[in-house]
């Protein structure tokens, strides 16, 4: 199960810097802007939550195979980025895949040293969606998750069944796989129905 | 003066989370987006103040009404906001409040860990102005208190004089006290006068 | 040598936080918003550093006279702006050096904690450009150093160049003389003959 998660929190790594990179195609910078919209968007999140948690260094100084990666990703995407937009299909639902994992790994964390379990849910929710908030702002665009889309619902959905589930069981894996499927579950619907929360309106 | 200063810290918050979900009403974000809003609005000047300090974990995560207060504000004025918005006017009396209670908890948190004074009141204006400056950055605007009005300026005063008062009289019932009224009192003048710092002019 | 470096990390905050308070007035901010840009473009990079390396707390909370640089700095550029903005060219040479000191700065920094030689890299880096990155983001604009220009890369090849020297000889100061040298005439390069990174191109 270690494994997994670790394989799959990689993967929401990779995922999430090319979202990033991408972000920087559409904004005709140049490399160094790729690699730094990449980094922040890959592994902002985690970042936020050790800070908050008071977890340092952070989780990157020691490993750094994530600045690696989300280097790498950064100059291929550099590279091949006209081909990669024609194919946004599939990083929608890799992308999802991220966010299933990133709101577990933030709930588990954040239980590891200790916190109450709505500070881990709320853990959960920010590894998921902070990198991407982070992104936004460097851009100079209103972060997406604040408009409507059942994306940070998502993860808030996975890390409270996580929470629950493990509470409940004590089972890490049971809790894992149910947390992994909800979110992405909720995620998917989201995508394939343009689900959305409902927003605020003017009354006049 | 305890049980005084946490209730004032608590007002604080909802006042400052009220603000966030407020703009969040502005720019018709969804539930999730009020939610955000409201809570880094809350707690983002608390939390930036730990992080610098170095106290971890940042206050709310062991004090999780903190984030139930901002969580359960952002609902209220989803369901609401058509209404408090007519009423602005005793929001704003109420964020002076607040501001004048943040600037003294910035500066008394700085001081217990040993900062110098003029940290100390460095963090009583960050505590008391930088979640305004979080809420508006992510909603894509220049931050209010960069502009012209006395805000920032009234929770200067406030740490200064609670800081001084503090160290001529060693205590801290009459620094709290003469502190809170001299930020309040600033800050309604500047409400009620409209009174702004000059702000540079090009000259030719 | 540590004489030295000091000076030089005096001598970037001052010319980072002059460059925030020069902004502050193309904006047309109040004193207090000269006061607060100085202060976060001249010790931006170093606190967010301390922060991820959990250096705690972080530089300037010890060191005051940081603070006060940036204060100062920004009360004169505040009454001077409009002579200072028809010199810019010594500011942009001068930051020139600010750039070349904080990338070595940042590096040692990580290093001192016992970070991989990557992240001492990633440091320097941000060191010497977090600073501008937050002071554009306040002012509501992209970061300078996502566009073109050898700037983060400056900072880059001065932190390797002090990473590598420093593994190979063991001497601080010819990897820190080294890397200056290395750091300044990239960016010197790059002011004077426009050089720029190629940025991303849509391809149809």
Chains 1, 2, 3 share one sequence.
């Not at 005709?28 to 919209?37: A, K, S």
């Not at 008071?54 to 990703?73: D, K, M, N, S, T």
């Not at 006209?82 to 990133?102: C, K, P, Y």
């Not at 409940?168 to 499927?181: G, M």
Request: contains cysteine; charged residues 10%.
């Amino acid at each position: 199960m270690d494994n997994l998660m670790y394989a799959l929190d990689l993967l929401g790594v990779a995922v999430f810097a090319t979202s990033g990179a991408l972000k920087a195609s559409q904004k005709q910078m140049d490399l160094f802007g790729f690699v730094l919209l990449a980094t922040v968007t890959g592994i902002g999140g985690g970042t936020l939550r050790d800070l908050l948690l008071g977890i340092r260094p952070v989780f990157w100084v020691a490993q750094v195979e994530y600045l690696g990666i989300c280097a790498a990703l950064a100059v291929v995407v550099f590279f091949v980025a006209h081909r990669l937009r024609s194919r946004q299909n599939w990083l929608v639902w890799a992308d999802a895949v991220g966010l299933a994992t990133f709101c577990i790994v933030g709930s588990q964390v954040a239980l590891t040293v200790g916190t109450p379990v709505a500070v881990a849910v709320l853990m959960g929710v920010m590894t998921a969606t902070f990198g991407g908030v982070i992104r936004d702002v460097l851009c100079g665009e209103i972060p997406l998750i604040l408009h409507r889309e059942v994306y940070a619902t998502a993860a808030a959905l996975g890390a409270l069944v996580y929470v629950a589930v493990l509470s409940a069981t004590s089972s890490e894996t049971l809790s894992t796989a149910l947390a992994f499927v909800v979110a992405l579950t909720a995620r998917g619907a989201g995508i394939a129905f343009k689900l959305s929360l409902p927003s605020y309106k003017k009354k006049n």
